[in-house]
């Protein structure tokens, strides 16, 4: 069903997968959400930039007029590094709050996530990886609540407990989580995506756009990701470009937020090659999330072409292309990254010749490499992340 304006501009309440409040102006709800889940003393938590952006401050006017007494933590970089989480939780326990508020765009969410995981209970991060087998913890150690408020539309970071977090011993990411640990509630107020810059809400929306994508083409039978998927890729296709084009359209706004929010749904089935590589990037040059994926798509889908031959027919369709051919397919998503002005290569954000072998080592260890269509080695992890550092599409 394609969603009416009055409909992107009313107030919607869904229940899957979390508790999902939609619509423009619900942030002042907040602290209703956060006494209904008990809280008193929530912990606000986003990352620097966001931290002097007039939302923040809307939200700690709003929960100091209800009586909730509060604290921010703003100390998270764009791409979260463990020593930034530590902190937080040491914040989180020496103030005596109980409970989370995550705002921000994907880097206030993880890290807002991510202390949370570790707010009641003092391990490391690392304790958490999403490749390891995860503690026992006590009753004590329960995880307090956490209520998410997404600004920008993209990351779709906030219906899980998952986070993204840089080792700062390692220089690589890795995922953290539980599944004990989910949002209370999550708040989407497209309002609050107004004032974002039309190169961040390029990238951010083609971060979304790379989660349809990938979590669509994950092998594997899991209807609910792959509907998720395909809605969220029609409405990101659909209104990104006016999203950035007409920044005040409200609209545009709310559509993209609902089809960032379906497309982080979608890849709780798994990810792939684009965001494996786009993870060390990442944690090497410190590149925008969004900006590294849309640049490495192309490589990876070239790559990826013999496993998905399957799947391009319902991406096509889902992105209005008539034509269900691979070619068609590829040729669009380039269309799009061109009007968006998604530089050609990784060479154009830091990445030089010499990192590609290091590079593609840890690539190899991300767990989104493990669920990508096409089983990738080094060599062609090496090759991938070449294709994308000096031809890109």
């Not at 930039?49 to 970089?77: E, K």
């Not at 390891?132 to 408020?149: D, G, H, N």
């Not at 609050?192 to 390029?202: E, I, R, V």
């Not at 990784?346 to 089983?375: C, F, H, Q, W, Y």
């Amino acid at each position: 069903m394609t969603p009416s304006t009055d409909q992107l501009l009313g107030a919607h309440d869904w229940m899957f997968p979390v508790p999902i409040h939609y619509g423009p102006g619900r942030l002042r709800e907040v602290p209703h959400h956060c006494r209904a889940a008990g809280m008193s003393r929530p912990l606000v938590v986003t990352d620097r930039t966001s931290a002097t952006l007039p939302f923040v401050g809307q939200l700690l006017d709003r929960l100091r007029a209800d009586g909730l007494d509060h604290s921010l933590y703003c100390d998270i970089s764009p791409n979260p590094r463990d020593i930034e989480i530590i902190s937080g939780g040491a914040c989180f326990r020496d103030g005596g709050h109980d409970g989370v508020v995550a705002i921000g765009g994907g880097s206030g969410m993880d890290g807002g996530k991510a202390i949370a995981t570790i707010a009641n209970n003092a391990l490391a991060p690392r304790a958490f990886d999403y490749e390891r087998t995860l503690p026992l913890l006590s009753k004590e150690q329960a995880f307090p609540p956490l209520v998410t408020i997404p600004t920008t539309a993209g990351t779709g970071a906030e219906t899980e407990s998952t986070a993204m977090l840089t080792d700062t011993a390692r220089g690589m990411k890795y995922c953290t989580w539980h599944p004990q640990l989910k949002p209370t509630c999550t708040v989407l107020d497209p309002e609050l995506t107004l004032g974002l810059p039309a190169t961040l809400t390029a990238w951010t929306g083609c971060d979304a756009l790379v989660h349809g994508i990938e979590g669509y083409c994950v092998p594997g039978f899991h209807p609910l990701c792959d509907g998720a998927a395909l809605e969220g890729l029609r409405l990101i296709h659909r209104w990104l470009g006016i999203a950035v084009n007409e920044p005040q359209n409200l609209y545009a706004r709310g559509a993209m937020l609902v089809g960032s929010c379906l497309a982080g749904i979608a890849f709780v089935k798994g990810l792939g090659l684009v965001h494996a590589i786009s993870h060390m990037v990442g944690a090497e040059y410190d590149t925008h999330h969004g900006l590294t994926n849309a640049i490495a798509l192309p490589a990876v889908l070239r790559f990826n072409e013999p496993a998905i031959t399957d799947e391009v027919p319902p991406l096509a369709q889902a992105l209005g292309i008539k034509d269900p051919s691979f070619t068609a397919f590829y040729g669009a998503i380039c269309a799009l990254l061109d009007s968006l002005a998604i530089p050609a290569t990784l060479a154009e954000i830091g990445p030089t010749p010499d990192s590609v072998s290091r590079l593609a080592k840890k690539t190899a260890l991300d767990t989104a490499a493990t669920t990508n269509p096409r089983i990738a080695s080094i060599v062609e992890i090496e090759a991938t992340i070449t294709e994308a550092l000096i031809h890109g599409r």
